[in-house]
């Protein structure tokens, strides 16, 4: 989560366009929008030595009720740290495919089809032994709306989503009666 593991902020601030221009009028017209989504990279076929458990664990200081309510009844749960969060390489980019594929990539993981490692330089494998495949991704507003992100790829084993505020609109979002606008700062 950007609001609780932090940000790659040099790479953000570099993204960024100016803000503060003149509006323009603009004619209206027609527009195309090709709806090809970017191809997922393979898997490495390199043999690696496989754990099944992590040398490192991040803590975030704060617990989300909703996932306790369901910890208690016997389900896992891990917190996951996507593209432009924590410590990647990425940085925030607001809910495009880098993002949401990275949430359906930790998907594809718990169900076999794609590797993950213990750390960036890949020198183990780890693989989720204890999960079933079946996924339930729950979030309050940036994290509820990563779990929408999701659940429109159709991923396969993302079984239900528990979205709380999550952004269903994002032309809404970012505009207001019609004026682009920067909620908590984030242009869009």
Do not use: C
């Not at 709806?35 to 390199?46: A, D, I, N, V, W």
């Not at 992100?149 to 505020?165: C, F, K, M, R, Y």
């Amino acid at each position: 989560s950007p609001y609780h593991l932090g940000i790659n902020e040099k790479a953000n601030d570099l993204a960024l366009h100016e803000m503060n221009v003149d509006l323009e009028k603009k004619d209206s017209h027609k527009i195309h929008v090709q709806g090809k989504l970017p191809q997922k990279r393979p898997s490495e076929t390199k043999e690696l030595p496989i754990v099944d458990k992590a040398p490192y664990r991040f803590t975030h200081g704060w617990t989300y009720s909703l996932n306790d309510y369901f910890l208690t009844r016997g389900f896992a749960s891990i917190y996951v740290a996507g593209v432009g969060t924590r410590g990647s390489n990425g940085f925030q980019t607001s809910g495009d495919y880098q993002q949401i594929y990275s949430m359906t990539a930790v998907i594809d993981w718990l169900n076999g089809r794609t590797r993950a490692y213990t750390s960036r330089k890949k020198t183990h494998e780890i693989k989720a032994t204890w999960a079933n495949g079946k996924v339930a991704m729950t979030g309050k507003s940036y994290l509820g709306t990563m779990a929408y992100g999701a659940a429109t790829t159709g991923v396969d084993g993302l079984e239900v989503i528990l979205a709380e505020a999550g952004i269903a609109s994002w032309y809404n979002y970012y505009r207001e009666n019609g004026l682009v606008r920067s909620p908590g700062g984030f242009p869009g």
